[in-house]
Structure formats: C-alpha cells, structure tokens
C-alpha cells in the first residue's frame, strides 16, 4: 500500500510539475484581445459635423476605474471636438463599463457573444480532481486522491493562469442629415416578481440614427497582477472606441 502511494505521489508531483512549467513558459507573455460584438460603420462627415456629446458610465465594482479623460484625448487626437450640449453634437457617445476583474477563459467570448444589453458572462469557478484507479482499498484510494489534490495545489499556487476582463457596452448616436427623422418603436418587459409581469411600448421621432455594440478586452498571462492588466485593458477600449471614427 505504502509503496502504491508512493508511487501516486511521484506521479503526481512530475505530472503537476511538467503542467506548471507549460503555462509558465507558454504564458510568460502578456496576451491582451479585444473584440467588438457588433461592427458599426459611420457616414464620413465635414470638419462642422466632427462634434461628439461623450457619456462614460461605470457600473462594476471598480468605482474608481475611468477612462472618460483618454477617450476624450483620443477623440480630439482626431480632429473631433466635444461638447458639453448634446443637442448640439453631431455624435452622442454613450459608454458603460459593466465588468472589469478576473474571469474565466471563456468569459470574454460568452460576453461578446451575447452583445449588447445582456448581463454580461462572470467568472466561471474551474475545479479538477485527481484519482488512482488500482486494485487498492478504499483508504489508499482517498490517500493517493489527496496526495494529488496536495501536489497540484502546491504547482497551482507557484503558477496560476489568470485572465482579467473588462466588458464595455456602447451606444452611438448619429444626426440624421437635413430635415430626416427616424421612426423608432421600443418594447419593455417589466417583470413583476416570479409571478408575472407587465409590457410598455411607445413610439416616437427621433433627429438620430442608434448604433449599439459591445466592447470586451482580456488579459493573460501566468501570475498576472491586475495593476498590470489594467492599462492593457484600458487602452484596448479606447482604441476600439476612438477607432470607430
């Protein structure tokens, strides 16, 4: 039995060992992407028209993050001036940052894929188990299960892969040109409980045409510290968003 065990460990131990090296060698690297669920495309405008109203909003749990003061600068850097009227602008920039800290591999995709308006993905809690299949009793298999449980949390906490995110929605308006107005027709489902629920509809004119879309950005790396992260993932949403015009 002893020497069965014995043998569980030193497996586990090389196993946990040769996986902690991959990620820290194939993850040595910052990797930032950012993705964009909806493409949106603008009319080219004259130099008057180049005016934006700009509205940055931050709904997650990281009050202090802002972005408001680069997304300007990158705005101007291209020739557009912001106003503080909104009737006055040409372009209305709405933007809410929705989620920035840790998350799962998977996250970002999920949050693109679902796009703009819906609760974006959290992390996902990822477990593994170890566990020796052999002739053994009951008690060294719980044994050689905890002793790979231990080795793999010793390798896991000298590496770690971590992924930090961070899911933007944006909503763009456009001035129609000339006398133009939009016939813009909205439906809300406004639950009431578990129990049911009521529908409101309206319609109305508007002078804009609505783009809507949403921004993700993800960072990874082995051991990544979020200060680190951060600017990565700032500068991922504001090239997205300056890049729109």
């Known amino acids: 039995m002893l020497k069965r065990i014995t043998l569980v460990t030193i497996a586990?131990?090389?196993?946990?060992?040769?996986?902690?090296?991959?990620?820290?060698?194939?993850?040595?690297?910052?990797?930032?992407?950012?993705?964009?669920?909806?493409?949106?495309?603008?009319?080219?405008?004259?130099?008057?028209?180049?005016?934006?109203?700009?509205?940055?909003r931050n709904t997650s749990d990281k009050p202090?993050?802002?972005?408001?003061?680069?997304?300007?600068?990158?705005?101007?850097?291209?020739?557009?001036?912001?106003?503080?009227?909104?009737?006055?602008?040409?372009?209305?920039?709405?933007?809410?940052?929705?989620?920035?800290?840790?998350?799962?591999?998977?996250?970002?995709?999920?949050?693109?894929?679902q796009g703009y308006g819906?609760?974006?993905?959290?992390?996902?809690?990822?477990?593994?188990?170890?566990?020796?299949?052999?002739?053994?009793?009951?008690?060294?298999?719980?044994?050689?299960?905890?002793?790979?449980?231990?080795?793999?949390?010793?390798?896991?906490?000298?590496?770690?892969?971590?992924?930090?995110?961070?899911?933007t929605d944006l909503q763009l308006k456009e001035r129609i040109r000339g006398a133009g107005k939009a016939q813009v027709s909205t439906r809300h489902r406004l639950r009431q409980g578990n129990s049911g629920g009521s529908q409101v509809s309206y319609d109305e004119e508007s002078a804009y045409k609505t783009y809507q879309t949403r921004i993700g950005s993800s960072a990874n790396k082995v051991n990544l510290a979020f200060e680190e992260a951060l600017p990565e993932l700032k500068k991922g949403l504001i090239n997205s968003i300056s890049g729109l015009f």
Do not use: W
């Open 118 to 167: 819906v609760a974006a993905a959290g992390g996902l809690m990822l477990a593994s188990g170890a566990a020796y299949v052999g002739g053994a009793s009951g008690r060294g298999i719980a044994a050689a299960g905890l002793v790979g449980a231990l080795a793999e949390g010793i390798a896991g906490a000298a590496v770690k892969d971590v992924y930090f995110s961070m899911i």
């Open 64 to 113: 202090d993050l802002s972005v408001h003061e680069q997304i300007a600068a990158a705005l101007q850097a291209k020739g557009y001036t912001l106003l503080q009227d909104p009737d006055a602008a040409h372009y209305i920039l709405q933007a809410n940052i929705l989620q920035v800290g840790k998350s799962a591999p998977t996250a970002l995709e999920a949050a693109i894929d």
């Open 12 to 56: 586990a131990l090389t196993l946990s060992g040769c996986a902690a090296t991959h990620v820290a060698i194939s993850k040595r690297d910052l990797d930032v992407q950012t993705k964009m669920s909806d493409t949106v495309f603008l009319d080219p405008v004259g130099a008057d028209k180049r005016t934006i109203f700009l509205q940055i």
